[in-house]
């Protein structure tokens, strides 16, 4: 018996086979969990739409998390082919270039500011309460991914580090609320992966040459990495866990002083 045999999985962030989203729907996929996807606008439903051919899934919907309308309708559609679901795994994150570059007071506008902690945590909470219903009863698991920029500095991250820290504390909040229905609220801190949200990061490149050489493993994570430690939290498994943020980074979370 594989891990997710019976259970039903929303992934909401997959943008190419590049995406750690990606990884853990493959990894779930492989565990016998049944998969839907949503896509953020038109011009990335031809893609996600194959890619859920790949996981023999035939359901995706579109979701721009900016929208609550759609955010409704997203479990309005979903509620046609499943009476309900257990997994819900959310994979959204996005600030402006520019902010994501430099000084960080120099390049922060309110816009800005506001934006990336709306599509990077609040969107988080939206999805949970209005999936909540379709998971009620079911000991589901949501999973989100975060950053270790959320509790370091770090160059160039900028406005998306205090995102993710607003993403962290949406994770214990949403744990603490949603835990008596028997709903577990997990994150995933991956480390660095070459992704297309991380191509707005500047100097990307340099980030993951430095976790290569400084972190524990002497390496990057790959997102089947990532993806089977998503699995694993969302699986009965782990049932006794919620309100975690789990590393997957090759252990570079855990160094302090490098290069002696």
Known sequence: MSLLDGKRALIVGVASKRSIAWG??????????????TYQNERMKPRVEKLAGQCD???????????????????????NYWDHFDILIHSVAFAHKEE?????????????????????????????????????????????????GSIRAMPNYNVMGLAKASLEA???????????????????????????????????RKMLDHVEENAPLR???SIEEVGNVGAFLCSDMAAGVTGEITYVDAGFNIVGMTGY
Do not use: W
Not at 25 to 37: C, I, K, N, S, V
Not at 58 to 78: G, N
């Open 170 to 204: 949406n994770v214990r909040y949403l744990a603490y609320t949603l835990g008596p229905e028997g709903i577990r609220v997990n994150g995933i801190s991956a480390g660095p992966i070459r992704t297309l949200a991380a191509a707005g990061i500047g100097n990307f």
């Open 219 to 221: 390496k990057n994570v």
């Open 24 to 37: 853990i729907a493959q990894a779930m996929r492989r565990e016998g969990a049944e998969l839907a996807f």
């Open 100 to 148: 994501l570059e430099g000084d960080f007071l120099d390049n922060m506008t309110r816009e800005g500011f506001l934006m990336a902690h709306d599509i990077s945590s609040y969107s988080f909470a939206a999805l949970a309460k209005a999936g909540r219903q379709m998971m009620h009863g079911r000991n589901g698991a949501i999973l989100t991914l975060t950053y270790m």
């Open 57 to 79: 899934c035939d359901i995706v919907v579109p979701c721009d998390v900016q929208d609550d309308e759609q955010i409704e309708a997203v479990f309005e559609h979903l509620d």
